[in-house]
């Protein structure tokens, strides 16, 4: 079965500074994708970059970059220069097909990420 | 205007009461999700409709029923509410693609925050 693994509940990083959340995949697949989302306080889900699994170059999207490790299966999401407004906790996902070729989306357990000012 | 949009934001009940909550999408997706998210902030999916059809049903308690009128409406019956339920659901949708190869990013609704007291 497929699995997410992020192993930092919480953690703190300095205004302007940059921070990566890891996040960990199992998956027997060969095609398959990767999704960060960010739900802030207000509770909203929200969809920020994504990474496909036969994708060569790592997915950016502003400040926000994918440092993916296929050997590794690794696909950490790094904010550069953070801001107060990044205060959020953030999930990783990747997509499960199924055999009728529909998906769902397998979810981590989130990392809460506090900016400091 | 919204894109994926959830009616009620909040809801307190009984226990042994019966809910609904609405969602519809604007964005011409084919596919809607019903996911849930507990106290621990873990997400996981419920339920999914491609075209009005059911093609994804978890492992949920028969007083939950999905409804969906049209492909932009994707409703959620909870009958015989307990204390467990208390949670929030989230509605999302996505384009369905009938290969995996593409990215088919779901968008999620602002969530209904449901008490059971």
């Known amino acids: 079965a497929q699995k997410i693994t992020q192993t930092q509940p919480g953690m703190f990083v300095q205004e302007k500074e940059a921070v990566t959340l890891d996040c960990t995949y199992d998956t027997s697949d060969q095609s398959y994708g990767l999704f960060w989302y960010k739900q802030p306080s207000s509770g909203e889900m929200i969809f920020l970059i994504y990474q496909g699994s036969y994708d060569e170059q790592n997915a950016t999207e502003g400040r926000y970059s994918l440092n993916f490790q296929k050997a590794r299966k690794s696909a950490n999401l790094v904010i550069s220069a953070s801001q107060l407004g990044d205060s959020a906790m953030y999930f990783c996902?990747?997509?499960?097909?199924?055999?009728?070729?529909?998906?769902?989306?397998?979810f981590g357990s989130g990392t809460r990420l506090l900016v400091r000012p | 205007d919204t894109a994926v949009s959830q009616t009620p934001k909040y809801l307190v009940t009984q226990m042994g009461n019966d809910k609904s909550i609405k969602c519809e999408q604007n964005l011409g997706h084919d596919t809607m999700y019903w996911y849930k998210q507990d106290s621990k902030k873990f997400l996981k999916i419920m339920f999914s409709?491609?075209?009005?059809?059911?093609?994804i049903n978890e492992t949920v308690p028969n007083r939950f029923s999905p409804k969906s009128p049209d492909k932009a409406h994707l409703n959620l019956h909870i009958n015989s509410l307990e204390l467990g339920d208390s949670a929030v659901y989230f509605c999302?949708?996505?384009?369905?693609?009938?290969?995996?190869?593409?990215?088919?990013?779901?968008?999620f609704g602002p969530g209904t925050r449901l008490l059971v007291l």
């Open positions: 999302a949708s996505s384009q369905e693609v009938a290969t995996s190869g593409g990215q088919e990013t779901q968008y």
């Open positions: 409709y491609n075209n009005k059809e059911l093609i």
């Open positions: 996902a990747m997509r499960e097909v199924l055999m009728d070729s529909s998906y769902k989306l397998i």
